[in-house]
C-alpha cells in the first residue's frame, strides 16, 4: 500500500525481555480507555459534543460547540481528547488571552518548546510546523478569548485569523468550545473593527448549539458516578441542590469539592448522607444566598444613583434673606417689550451673601 516503504523499513518489533511488546501496548490502551469510560459519565450533552468532536477530526474541519456554562462541556471535551490521545490535543486558554499566552498554551498541549523565553513568533513557526506535519486534531477550550474582550475594539482579531490561514487552511482539524459570548465577541468585531467574519464562518463546517440544560436523569447519572456508594435519598438531595441553584452539573461539583474537603481525601467512597446533607446546607446554600443578596443589593445601588437626581437651589419662600423682586426695567421707546424670563431677573438681583445664606440654611 506504500510504494516508498521497502522491506528494509520493516523490522520485527521484538524485545528479548518483553514478550509480545505491541500486544502488550494495545492491551495497556484497551484497559486506559476502559477507566476513562468507567469515570466519566456520558450525558445527553456530551453524546452530542462527542458526536461533533467525531465529525471534525473525520472531516479534517473546524466546529464550534456553543453552549452554557456548567452544563458539563468541559468534561465531556476532556474526556473524548483523552480517548484519542494519538489524534488530538486540549488546550484551555486563559481570561487575559493575547498572541504570546495562546501559543504557549497550544505548545504545551503539542509537547514543544514554550518556555517563557521564547517569542511569539518563534511558538508560532513551530507550532505551524507540527500541525502540518502531524495534522493533530486541536480541541479549544474557552475559545471566546480569542477575541480581545475590551468593550471597544479598533483592530482584527489576530488569532482567529491565524486559525483560519495557519490551521483550517490546512487540513488540521480544530473545534472552539465555547458559551454564547463567542458570538458576541464576533459581533463586536465585526460591527466596531469592519472585520470581514464570513472568512471565519465559512471555515465553520458545523455550528453546534447545545442544549441548554442537563435532564434531571443526567444530574442523577452523574451524582452516581461521582458518589459511587450514596443512596438513592442522597442523589435525590444531590439532584435537588442542582435544580435548585440552576447550575446544573457544576453543582454536584461543587457537593463533591466540599464533601472532599470534610474528608480531606480524594476518596468519595466514605461520604455519607450526613456529608452531602452538611455540604449543601451548612455552606453551598448560605454562599449562594450571600451571594444573590449582594449581587441584589448592588443593582440597586447601582439604580439608586442612576435615578438620582441633580441639586437644585432653594426654592423662593419669602424668607429674610430673599429680597423682593427687581421690577422689570421699563422697554426704551420703539423697542418691542422685553420677553418673559420668570424669575431669572430675580435670581440676578440677589446679593451673593444673601443665595449663600440661604443655602447654607437649606
Not at 58 to 77: I, N, P, W, Y
Not at 123 to 146: N, T
Not at 219 to 241: L, M, W
Request: include cysteine; hydrophobic fraction near 40%; charged fraction near 30%.
Amino acid at each position: 500500500q506504500n510504494p516508498e516503504l521497502s522491506k528494509g523499513d520493516f523490522r520485527q518489533a521484538s524485545l528479548p525481555y518483553f514478550r509480545d511488546i505491541i500486544g502488550a501496548l494495545f492491551e495497556y490502551k484497551a484497559r486506559r480507555d476502559a477507566k476513562i469510560r468507567e469515570n466519566f459519565q456520558l450525558t445527553t450533552i456530551g453524546k452530542k459534543i462527542w458526536e461533533t468532536l467525531n465529525y471534525a477530526l473525520a472531516s479534517r474541519g473546524m466546529v464550534v460547540l456553543d453552549g452554557l456554562e456548567g452544563r458539563g462541556k468541559t468534561e465531556a471535551v476532556k474526556a473524548w481528547c483523552e480517548l484519542h490521545l494519538g489524534a488530538a490535543r486540549f488546550v484551555s486558554l486563559k481570561g487575559i488571552t493575547n498572541k504570546t499566552t495562546a501559543f504557549r498554551e497550544i505548545a504545551k498541549a503539542l509537547g514543544i518548546a514554550s518556555s517563557y523565553t521564547r517569542k511569539a513568533t518563534e511558538m508560532q513557526a513551530r507550532i505551524e510546523d507540527v500541525l502540518k506535519r502531524s495534522k493533530l486534531m486541536l480541541v479549544v477550550d474557552e475559545a471566546h478569548f480569542v477575541f480581545n474582550q475590551s468593550r471597544r475594539l479598533y483592530s482584527r482579531p489576530e488569532l482567529v485569523d491565524w486559525i483560519d490561514t495557519a490551521v483550517c487552511n490546512h487540513g488540521v482539524p480544530i473545534a472552539l468550545v465555547t458559551t454564547p459570548q463567542f458570538i458576541v465577541c464576533m459581533t463586536r468585531a465585526a460591527d466596531q473593527a469592519e472585520w470581514n467574519y464570513r472568512q471565519f464562518r465559512r471555515r465553520v463546517k458545523r455550528w453546534t448549539k447545545l442544549p441548554p440544560t442537563n435532564s434531571e436523569e443526567d444530574i442523577k447519572a452523574v451524582a452516581r458516578n461521582v458518589f459511587k456508594k450514596a443512596d438513592a435519598r442522597t442523589i435525590s438531595k444531590i439532584a435537588g441542590y442542582a435544580l435548585l441553584s440552576k447550575r446544573d452539573l457544576s453543582a454536584v461539583g461543587d457537593v463533591a469539592s466540599e464533601v472532599r474537603a470534610m474528608l480531606d481525601t480524594d476518596d468519595l467512597s466514605r461520604a455519607t448522607a450526613d456529608h452531602v446533607h452538611r455540604a449543601i446546607y451548612d455552606f453551598l446554600l448560605p454562599s449562594d444566598k450571600t451571594f444573590l443578596e449582594g449581587m441584589a443589593a448592588a443593582r440597586n445601588t447601582g439604580r439608586k444613583s442612576r435615578l438620582k437626581s441633580a441639586p437644585v437651589l432653594p426654592e423662593e419662600t419669602g424668607s429674610e434673606f430673599e429680597p423682593a423682586p427687581a421690577p422689570a426695567p421699563e422697554a426704551r421707546p420703539g423697542c418691542p417689550p422685553a420677553r418673559g424670563r420668570g424669575n431669572l431677573i430675580a435670581h440676578e438681583a440677589r446679593p451673593r451673601a444673601a443665595i449663600e445664606a440661604s443655602l447654607i440654611e437649606a
